[in-house]
């Protein structure tokens, strides 16, 4: 496994330039479920996710008339899983509806993992089935040559296109996780030259490590790891949250050659509420991110034992 590791890291090093097919989360490390299905069933309940992003909020595209479009790309998410027993492990499922300029992606994923112990340890390995929806309307483009083919007396054009996910996610609970996930794995192409969507082999490489003051056991570190690639390019998210009595939390993650982002939460009963707001030092300038994300979890108790009463007059 070191080796595997190694090698994967050598291949993110070794590139430079940058790429994003799948959407981006600063808040990647409450966002497991999007990034890796071996995640899928991880706990002791069902969890409900729901997250906001509005990236570059303010970049418009101003035409020659005048007239503003907002091309910003704005992501929202929807997740849900929950350990299922009798099936040795857990299932879930996330929606994610990706909008950049005139382009709306809609993603649905269905997720098993099967659950297991391992050293000290639990292991997930899972599966992940997705069908993604793209849409392009090419009205609102403006090309530079009047006379392209590819953009002229075209409108809105869809296309369905499906793909498969696979990963993996060994945790030692209140202590460390580390997952490995490789999404789009069949790199599947559109059947419909309108759109000529072809999906990029995407490996995700994230872990993160829980740590305690001796002297202050109230207060916890929280450093935590993203990397990504699709063997071209690469992209590396490194954070540390300052946590307070498991309830509060804030920190720092910078993104590379991309942005530095604010982070900050709470969580109150099963509620689980968190914001971050990204400060971007790319070529994009000053535009800022926002991120909004609210969890809850909960267990549904059914009673091990039928009760039953018996009336006298039947005995």
Same mark, same amino acid.
């Given at each position: 496994m070191g080796r595997i590791i190694a090698f994967i890291l050598f291949l993110f090093?070794?590139?430079i330039s940058f790429s994003q097919q799948l959407p981006q989360y600063t808040q990647y490390m409450f966002t497991k479920l999007a990034y890796n299905p071996g995640y899928t069933g991880a706990g002791e309940g069902i969890c409900v996710q729901g997250l906001v992003r509005q990236q570059w909020v303010g970049f418009q595209e101003t035409d020659s008339e005048g007239n503003t479009s907002n091309v910003a790309p704005e992501t929202y998410l929807i997740s849900v899983h929950s350990p299922i027993k009798f099936l040795r492990g857990g299932i879930g499922g996330t929606i994610v509806q990706d909008?950049?300029?005139y382009q709306n992606n809609i993603s649905v994923n269905l997720m098993y993992a099967y659950q297991t112990t391992l050293g000290t340890g639990d292991l997930g390995i899972g599966l992940q089935l997705s069908l993604l929806n793209k849409t392009i309307d090419f009205s609102k483009y403006k090309p530079i040559d009047g006379n392209d083919p590819l953009i002229n007396g075209k409108a809105e054009e869809t296309d369905m296109i499906f793909d498969l996910g696979f990963g993996l996610y060994y945790r030692q609970p209140d202590t460390y996780y580390v997952g490995l996930s490789v999404l789009q794995l069949l790199e599947s192409k559109s059947d419909y030259e309108a759109t000529a969507a072809k999906l990029k082999r995407q490996i995700n490489l994230v872990g993160g490590y829980e740590f305690t003051f001796p002297n202050l056991p109230s207060?916890?570190?929280?450093? #935590?790891? /993203?990397?990504k690639t699709d063997m071209a390019s690469f992209q590396a998210?490194? #954070?540390? /949250?300052?946590?307070y009595r498991n309830q509060f939390w804030g920190g720092l993650t910078y993104r590379y050659q991309d942005a530095v982002a604010i982070i900050v939460g709470m969580e109150f009963k099963n509620f689980n509420l968190g914001y971050s707001y990204d400060i971007n030092t790319s070529a994009i300038g000053s535009w800022g991110s926002h991120e909004i994300r609210l969890a809850y979890c909960f267990k549904?108790?059914?009673?091990?034992?039928?009760?039953v009463?018996?009336?006298t007059r039947f005995l």
């Open positions: 090093i070794s590139t909008k950049i300029a207060f916890d570190v929280l450093p #935590s790891l /993203l990397i998210d490194i #954070s540390t /949250l300052f946590r549904i108790e059914v009673d091990k034992f039928k009760k009463y018996r009336n």
